[in-house]
């Protein structure tokens, strides 16, 4: 990594954390999330020539892991009691930043000791990074911290590699210890990888997601050519960068038919989607993430 993508990095780290913990302050009872998605894209886009939103301001309650996020016309809003996920990323010139926090609303401990962990969990896996290391080493940190708090790691998610453009880059760091992810575990960390932690942990027993409801978040592959003009004008705006319907819907003006034309164009031109995912049990779901740079001998923290 050349010396002016590092000071880059390290900028649009502060940035990011400055602006997520904005946006925690503001998570409060009521308020609704589109509003809170619409705060932070603002805020993102007011920080500097050229940063962007990395993809849409994550906003994922109580028993919702990950990829949650304001809809066409969302009504939703923040509950009095629970946990939420604030999950941003910021990019410019295709440099990203990844970072998360759990906010606990209500006065429940056990929800405490939830946040807890996940963030326990996230700074005892960065103690552990380093040149050479294995990523299972990583994993098993997560996996004993998230569970010595008695709760189980979400298995089928991780933190990933983060390359120009691409948000999940081919690496994995799982919170669990555990054969399906035998390729990524005997991987050796390098120097220079700029990587997102990101443990979880859950209430429930399966400790796994899956799928639910309607896709709300969209991303494309690299493309040259296009079948469609919505797809090539998307591409213009967000490149590989994931996008979600509602930035779209807004950006370029598509109306109430907005989430329709977007899904079919994203179908059409063979892009990915990306459902909100949920805890199989029901149960109460943490996050902490934090984006990271391999140092010679350790883990620059950036966010």
């Not at 709760?151 to 210890?177: D, K, M, Q, T, W």
């Not at 740079?293 to 350790?298: C, L, Q, R």
Request: proline content about 4%; hydrophobic content about 40%.
């Amino acid at each position: 990594m050349n010396k002016t993508d590092f000071q880059t990095l390290v900028h649009l780290g502060e940035l990011a954390k400055e602006i997520r913990n904005k946006i925690l302050k503001i998570t409060t009872p009521g308020r609704k999330i589109s509003v809170l998605c619409d705060i932070a894209h603002k805020l993102i886009y007011e920080s500097g020539e050229k940063i962007v939103p990395a993809f849409p301001l994550n906003v994922s309650v109580n028993e919702i892991a990950a990829h949650d996020t304001a809809a066409i016309n969302d009504s939703r809003v923040i509950p009095s009691q629970g946990v939420v996920k604030i999950d941003i990323g910021i990019s410019r010139d295709g440099l990203i930043i990844d970072t998360a926090r759990t906010k606990v609303l209500g006065k429940k401990h056990e929800y405490q000791k939830l946040r807890r962990a996940a963030e326990d969990a996230l700074n005892a896996a960065i103690e552990v990074v380093k040149p050479g290391v294995k990523i299972g080493e990583v994993a098993k940190t997560i996996q004993n911290r998230i569970e010595s708090y008695g709760f189980r790691p979400v298995e089928n998610l991780s933190g990933h590699l983060i390359e120009p453009y691409i948000l999940h880059a081919g690496v994995s760091f799982p919170n669990v210890s555990k054969p399906l992810w035998h390729l990524h575990l005997r991987k050796k960390i390098q120097k220079g990888w700029v990587i997102a932690l990101e443990p979880f942990a859950t209430m429930g027993k399966t400790g796994a997601v899956q799928d639910y409801q309607k896709p709300q978040i969209f991303s494309f592959q690299k493309k040259i050519t296009f079948k469609t003009s919505l797809g090539k004008r998307l591409y213009a705006i967000y490149r590989t960068l994931p996008f979600s319907a509602r930035m779209a819907a807004q950006n370029l003006k598509l109306g109430s038919n907005g989430y329709k034309k977007v899904t079919k164009t994203v179908l059409i031109e063979g892009g990915n989607q990306y459902h909100p995912l949920i805890d199989h049990n029901r149960k109460m779901v943490s996050q902490s993430e934090d984006t990271i740079i391999v140092t010679s001998n350790g883990a620059k923290i950036l966010t």
